[in-house]
């Protein structure tokens, strides 16, 4: 998969390239507008992570730029500016996702690789992991074929841990992945060890090997070892 | 107790009025008076110098009889031990009225044929009595009028000159310093008044534009640190995945990125309130309070599961009102959220919704709060406590936004939080 990143903070943009790719993601990273526009014009990606405030200009310009080459790519805009205005503007112009920084790095994983199944799969999608397939669309996870009892939280939370697997999730970012739009209102993490157990027992109620590990004092872990 | 401006000047000039028309009449009495006797005196002092230079030659003692017959008030009489002139007051029975006049009278030793006389002249005089009442029924006259004159007056100028200072007053009084309506003083004849308008606009246009940049000055704030931010939440995010950590290491990135959460939440709030501020949430529609109430309830149970809580609701559900959605939602989960923060195990909230408020009462602190600073940013009861102290604030914000009335309120070990709507 292969991911464009238009990104003038070096710090933030290296700790993303460094984390997608473990996860079989080539990540290629422009500063300013001019070379993604370059960039846009020559190759094809399967997702554009895109901030607003350039130096050379705003971001919205890439959007347009990809109107008119007709291209289809997946943008999402990553931006600490975040006003309603800008997020409809945002999507008129055809992004596909709006995440506010700061955000955690698992949190932009989960929604690229959400992004490029809607737009490989058309919304018929399927996620699998050896014994377990997830079916995004009817919400049901089955087991080794047989299908679970889970709620649309587990299942959000099975496909968050999937989806960053083999890496460590803070408790904080697992909170604010389930709550939403309401993390902002989060008081406290502890909910999230109530969710983690509720789902272990039921993957292990359905022969499932326990893929969640605890990483003491920090958070899980999605792992098969 | 505060009187109005006008009722001040009358009174000082009323008051004065009186004092002078009290000290003024007896002065006017006694002047009147002395004015009038020495008139009198200077008339008998006239007829005696007549009566020496023309009468007396001529006057023989058989005459006198017959001068006291025609002259009632100049007689000629038995010699008194008189010196010289002598004026005096004296009394004469007045036989036609059946009063004592006062008179005034001046008798003088003369020799007519060489024989001692008296010669005794007299006026009437206007008696003290009637004077006085004249004098006092003048005064009561000039006082009435003046009354009546003084308050007529004050009317006029309250109507005409006080009247661009009231249009000021009563602009100044509905200006709000975080709402948009500059107040457009009115141009008026009179100098003071334009000196007033000019200086309270300049004060206004001053302190608004110190409120905007700082307004401002925030918004930027929050808005520059969520890079930093940023940089801070994806370092970390990347340092958990590098190595293996010891558990103790574990719990200091946990804490680190508790902190950074905080931070994060601390930052939004404050962008919000900046938002409200900025009036970036105009749009209103009808909501169902309900509704409202019923979307995030599973969150905040969920939330409320940590503490034991039990949450119990008696929710109309017919209730809306004409809000901002995002913000209703807003204030929602902030009381929400402030019941369950506050709160103590095993406690119990209660969310009321009727038809004209919204109550969220919740078990606490056994101590009632101190109402006066509760609704303050960073206005905590309890400086070590999780909360960021922007909750209440911005709940305010939100009620103020759509003109609904927050109250406070402890009782039976609940602390209550009330919207009217």
């Known amino acids: ?225 | 107790m505060t009187k109005k401006l006008l009722h001040k000047t009358s009174r000082a000039y009323l008051i004065f009025a009186v004092l002078i028309l009290i000290i003024a009449a007896p002065l006017f009495y006694f002047l009147t008076e002395k004015l009038y006797i020495d008139d009198a005196d200077e008339a008998l002092i006239l007829r005696k110098n007549e009566f020496l230079q023309f009468s007396i030659a001529q006057l023989k003692e058989a005459d006198i009889s017959i001068w006291n017959k025609f002259n009632r008030d100049i007689k000629i009489i038995v010699a008194k031990p008189l010196q010289k002139d002598t004026i005096f007051y004296s009394y004469y029975y007045d036989t036609l009225n059946s009063e004592n006049e006062p008179y005034r009278e001046l008798n003088l030793p003369v020799s007519i044929e060489g024989k001692p006389y008296t010669y005794s002249a007299r006026i009437n005089l206007v008696e003290t009595e009637d004077l006085m009442k004249s004098i006092a029924l003048l005064f009561l006259i000039i006082i009435s009028l003046l009354l009546v004159g003084l308050l007529i007056i004050n009317k006029r100028l309250s109507q005409n000159l006080w009247k661009p200072f009231y249009e000021t007053l009563q602009k100044i009084e509905q200006f709000e310093i975080d709402k948009s309506n500059q107040p457009k003083l009115t141009n008026t004849n009179i100098e003071e008044f334009n000196r007033l308008n000019q200086s309270i606009e300049k004060l206004i246009e001053r302190n608004t534009s110190i409120y905007h940049s700082q307004r401002e000055f925030i918004e930027n704030a929050a808005h520059e640190l969520q890079t930093p931010l940023a940089v801070f939440q994806a370092k970390i995010d990347t340092l958990i995945q590098s190595a293996e950590f010891t558990e103790q290491q574990n719990q200091i990135l946990s804490s680190l990125n508790d902190s950074v959460s905080r931070l994060n939440r601390l930052n939004k709030n404050l962008l919000l309130l900046s938002k409200i501020e900025n009036d970036n949430y105009n749009e209103k529609q009808t909501i169902s309070l309900y509704e409202a109430i019923e979307k995030h309830l599973d969150f905040f149970t969920e939330q409320a599961k940590a503490k034991n809580l039990i949450i119990k609701t008696e929710l109309n559900e017919t209730v809306s009102t004409n809000s901002n959605p995002v913000l209703t939602e807003i204030l929602i989960s902030n009381l929400f959220l402030n019941a369950i923060r506050h709160n103590i195990s095993d406690g119990q909230i209660v969310v009321i919704l009727s038809s004209n408020s919204l109550t969220f009462s919740n078990t606490g602190q056994p101590q009632p709060l101190v109402a006066d600073k509760l609704f303050n940013r960073f206005a905590k009861s309890n400086p070590s406590e999780q909360g960021n102290g922007l909750g209440l604030a911005i709940i305010k914000k939100i009620a103020d936004l759509n003109n609904w009335k927050i109250t406070y309120s402890f009782a039976d070990n609940f602390h209550s939080f009330s919207v009217a709507f």
């Not at chain 1, 984390?19 to 290629?28: M, T």
């Not at chain 1, 309603?84 to 932009?108: M, Q, V, W």
């Not at chain 1, 039921?202 to 920090?218: F, H, M, N, P, R």
């Open chain 1, 1 to 225: 998969m292969k991911l464009l990143l238009i990104e003038d903070e070096k710090e933030l943009a290296e700790s993303i390239r460094s984390y997608l790719k473990g996860n079989s993601f080539i990540c290629e990273w422009v500063n300013n507008l001019k070379n993604a526009i370059d960039k846009i014009s020559i190759y094809e990606y399967d997702c554009i992570l895109l901030d607003l405030m350039l130096p050379d200009g705003n971001g919205f310009e890439i959007l347009k730029e990809l109107k008119r080459q007709n291209k289809i790519e997946g943008v999402i805009i990553i931006s600490a500016k975040e006003t309603l205005d800008t997020r409809i503007e945002g999507f008129n112009l055809g992004a596909d996702d709006y995440l506010t920084k700061p955000f955690h790095l698992s949190e932009l994983l989960v929604r690229i690789q959400a992004l490029i199944r809607r737009k490989n799969f058309k919304g018929n999608n399927l996620v699998a992991y050896n014994e377990i397939e997830i079916d995004i669309r009817s919400k049901t996870v089955k087991v080794k074929s047989k299908k679970i009892d889970i709620t649309k939280k587990e299942i959000d939370l099975l496909l968050y841990l999937i989806g960053n697997e083999n890496k460590v999730l803070s408790k904080s970012a697992i909170a604010e992945h389930l709550s939403g739009d309401m993390a902002d209102m989060l008081d406290n993490h502890d909910f999230v060890y109530a969710h983690i157990k509720n789902l272990k027992n039921k993957l292990k109620d359905a022969g499932c090997s326990d893929y969640i590990k605890t990483v003491y004092g920090l958070g899980y872990k999605w792992q098969n070892d």
